[in-house]
């Protein structure tokens, strides 16, 4: 089964081709995969492990139990048939009838771990023919199809089919995780434009929300994000582990360094990209917000982020601040808040309701969370099975303790205490596509701490060693919905252009 091999190393300079044969055995391709520095060589290790292993095999024939691969070759075999014909109107027809984000469940997660990269080749062809037949449509002359009826068509579409959305939890300064994530779906170009954020989370998006993406090359680089002070261990911290927490006259340098001064319908405007960081009320009659262009437009980023940094009992509640119609700074609403972790992490259902998303793909380190965190690349593994049933037991003794609290404590530290609780537990930390660190367990002091250059750098690379087999997972199940958001970008310009 054995075939020649035009693949380069992840160690080396010398390509995978180039050496001899016994040294392309899965133990070898394995230990690339395990020390690729960058994308490329990752997946050239990947597929040639696919090869080896018979996998190949698997993704080039169609039948598989896991999915109804006879809808899907009868609709790639229709598409392209209508396309070969050049009979417009029968494209329209096929593509009216549905354009479905799960046709026959193609995006079945375990679809994607039978292979080290990627999955049936038949899934490839059903999103490749939607997306050049949508393509194709847009081309069409106005004597064959007018601009309203192509603009009707397109939105109807894409609000069927949804969109995705990336979703980056509180963490601390793991953040750097985030960071590894951001850059790897960048460098590939799939970074989903709706993304949300809270605590570091709400960081890494107010990084992605206000640089355009040619600001974006070689951003993450320990030496340009280090969040804090600089800081390299002395001898006590070498020798004990023991670190000092940041400072938190360090913070504001920090947002001012990495967040440009904009608003979040500047952001919009610059970008493109549409950002939401959460924030959770002080008071107790108030509501959570879900920060963004649509719900608070003029609010300004950096001041968002700070709220939803602020950590209780080590931060002062932050007041927003907003810039109103002659530029001026003044104070937006007279509530304070604090950190969005304790209301909306994961704000899937706020996200649905704005943007009309129905996929989500989850950056998780929050550390709280990640021993109950549903992996689909582990999702038989580990501490998932006692971790959900812990979460089951904590959140009905809560319910147990509501009636007392409310009536006898409502204002103490308990009250409180037990009101974070419930918002921590009530929500629903699943996505998906889920990326979550290797490592399950952290300790809580090192979530203040600073992090040395390498230690940042390899933070980096581990986020971005995660994401590397999710990637074509990520590519294909977001494809149809890019290819619609391309289109219709296009289309709206193009109106713009012709009324100026």
């Known amino acids: 089964m054995n075939q020649p091999l035009n693949l380069a190393p992840a160690a080396t300079d010398h390509p995978l081709e180039a050496l001899p044969e016994t040294a392309l055995n899965p133990r070898t391709l394995r230990q690339r995969l395990r020390e690729a520095t960058d994308y490329d060589s990752w997946a050239e290790a990947a597929k040639a492990l696919d090869r080896l292993s018979g996998r190949e095999v698997w993704k080039q024939r169609d039948i598989s139990a896991l999915y109804d691969y006879r809808t899907l070759r009868d609709r790639v075999d229709h598409l392209r048939a209508v396309r070969a014909a050049n009979d ?19 995006g079945k997660p375990l679809l994607y771990n039978k292979a080290r990269f990627g999955t049936k080749q038949l899934i490839r062809d059903y999103v490749d023919s939607v997306s050049d037949a949508l393509r194709h449509i847009e081309t069409l002359s106005e ?46 170009g799939i970074l989903p434009r709706v993304l949300s954020g809270s605590s570091a989370g709400a960081i890494t998006v107010s990084i992605l929300g206000t640089h355009t993406d040619a600001e974006l090359e070689g951003f993450f680089d320990a030496r340009n994000v280090r969040f804090g002070e600089e800081w390299t261990p002395n001898w006590f911290e070498r020798s004990t582990g023991i670190r000092r927490m940041f400072r938190a006259s360090s913070f504001e340098p920090t947002f001012d360094r990495l967040i440009p001064d904009l608003t979040f319908r500047e952001a919009f405007e610059l970008t493109g990209r549409h950002i939401s960081i959460s924030v959770s009320p002080c008071e107790r009659h108030h509501s959570p917000r879900l920060l963004n262009a649509m719900t608070s437009p003029h609010v300004l980023i950096r001041s968002a982020v700070r709220a939803s940094c602020a950590i209780p009992g080590l931060f002062e509640p932050v007041q927003l601040m907003a810039r109103d119609a002659q530029g001026k700074t003044v104070p937006y609403l007279r509530s304070r808040w604090i950190d969005g972790l304790f209301a909306a992490d994961l704000p899937a259902k706020q996200l649905a309701r704005l943007y009309g998303t129905n996929h989500y793909i989850v950056s998780m380190i929050n550390p709280m969370m990640l021993p109950t965190f549903r992996d689909h690349k582990l999702q038989s593994a580990g501490l998932q099975p006692l971790g959900k049933a812990a979460k089951a037991v904590a959140r009905s003794a809560l319910k147990s303790a509501d009636v007392y609290l409310g009536k006898y404590l409502p204002a103490s530290s308990l009250g409180v205490v037990n009101k974070v609780a419930h918002d921590l537990l009530s929500q629903d930390y699943v996505g998906d596509i889920s990326i979550a660190p290797k490592r399950r367990l952290f300790s809580p002091l090192r979530l203040l701490s600073p992090f040395s250059y390498e230690e940042i750098d390899a933070l980096v690379l581990a986020g971005e060693r995660q994401v590397w087999p999710r990637i074509e997972m990520i590519r294909i199940c977001t494809q149809i919905s890019r290819t619609l958001e391309e289109i219709l970008g296009r289309l709206d310009r193009g109106i713009v252009d012709a009324m100026e």
């Open 143 to 188: 004597s064959e199809m007018s601009l309203a009826a192509k603009l009707d068509l397109f939105r109807r579409a894409s609000h069927c089919y949804g969109r995705s959305a990336l979703m980056f939890s509180a963490g601390g300064t793991l953040m750097y995780f985030h960071f590894g994530v951001a850059k790897a779906l960048l460098e590939q």
């Open 88 to 106: 417009h109107h029968g494209l329209v027809f096929a593509i009216e009838e549905g354009v479905h984000g799960n046709l026959g469940g193609m």
